[in-house]
């Protein structure tokens, strides 16, 4: 069987990158930034784009192989 999957510290890494995004996101364009509701416009956006991505995430590493990135 060919498991292409990312090991979890491939995982870890991913998760780190995206949350280190959103917070980076989140300052220049979130909640309470822009005129008016914009800010409430681009957060939301964001919030939704970064759960469904950290759900895929979470969903597609082998949480019980120990490898940083898969094997070619």
């Known amino acids: 069987m060919n498991d292409d999957r990312p090991g ?3 995982g870890l890494l991913r998760l780190a990158l995206l949350a280190w995004l959103f917070e980076f996101l989140e300052e220049r364009f979130g909640f309470g930034k822009g005129c ?8 939301v956006v964001f919030l939704v ?3 469904i991505l950290a759900c895929y995430i979470l969903a597609t590493t082998h949480w019980g192989h120990f490898a940083p990135l898969p094997v070619p």
């Open 8 to 10: 979890c510290l491939g």
């Open 36 to 43: 008016s509701c914009s800010g409430v416009g681009c957060g």
């Open 49 to 51: 784009l970064f759960v």
